[in-house]
């Protein structure tokens, strides 16, 4: 996970963006054997990629230590739902493996069910796995975008409604929901300014469709994983 993560790190940087709204010091403070490995690390990782590494992701990468002794229970959970009789499993099979976050669950909406059995299993799903910090709900397109507040509207938990999902979106709300302190609206505004950042990152995809941008980052991630 660790390896992942600077390795999207590297990419970002070298592309200008950066973590902001962080407060190092604060940071720091509550965890300072955390905050002195992570720097230990961003200082070995900043001479293999020849860059420098702000100090606000070093206290990102310091959270995220902090992250392995809390109680899993304290994670923002995520629902995924996708059309298709696997697309949804599979996605979250590869980023519970490569990130450890428990705390995704996923939906698979074959293209032969009804839509009212799939919104039923969201929300019994919700009501189960809420913790008192909101949900985060993954969705690739269509009806499913409304889900979130359909359940939200019946049950008063707090949901928040991402679309367009990816293997590389996935992988970074999964990373964010464990961070200890963040709250629902911030995941939702950081991962909603990555998309709208992610066609600077790879403008070629200005020339196709969404689906197909996202199948192209998907092989690229996957690239970089095996090399």
Avoid at 51 to 79: D, L, V, Y
Avoid at 105 to 113: C, N, Q, V
Avoid at 129 to 153: C, E, H, Q
Avoid at 160 to 167: A, G, L, R
């Amino acid at each position: 996970s660790l390896a992942l993560h600077l390795e999207m790190l590297k990419d970002r940087l070298e592309n200008g963006q950066s973590a902001t709204g962080i407060n190092v010091k604060d940071i720091s403070a509550k965890y300072p054997n955390e905050y002195v490995l992570s720097k230990n690390i961003c200082s070995d990782a900043a001479k293999l990629f020849a860059m420098a590494i702000p100090p606000e992701e070093i206290a990102i990468i310091a959270s995220f230590f902090h992250t392995i002794k809390q109680n899993k229970s304290s994670f923002i959970p995520i629902i995924v739902v996708c059309h298709g009789r696997s697309t949804a499993s599979s996605m979250v099979e590869v980023v519970k493996a490569l990130m450890g976050n428990p705390e995704i669950y996923a939906i698979d909406m074959p293209l032969d069910s009804k839509i009212d059995t799939t919104l039923t299993l969201a929300a019994d799903l919700a009501k189960k796995i809420y913790s008192g910090r909101g949900i985060l709900m993954l969705v690739d397109m269509g009806s499913l975008v409304d889900f979130g507040d359909m359940i939200t509207a019946k049950t008063s938990i707090q949901i928040k409604t991402i679309s367009n999902i990816s293997t590389p979106l996935l992988l970074e709300a999964a990373r964010r929901c464990m961070m200890p302190d963040v709250t629902l609206n911030d995941v939702v505004k950081l991962l909603n300014n990555q998309l709208t950042y992610a066609p600077e990152l790879y403008p070629e995809s200005n020339k196709i469709s969404a689906s197909a941008w996202s199948e192209q980052i998907n092989i690229q991630l996957l690239n970089k994983i095996i090399t």
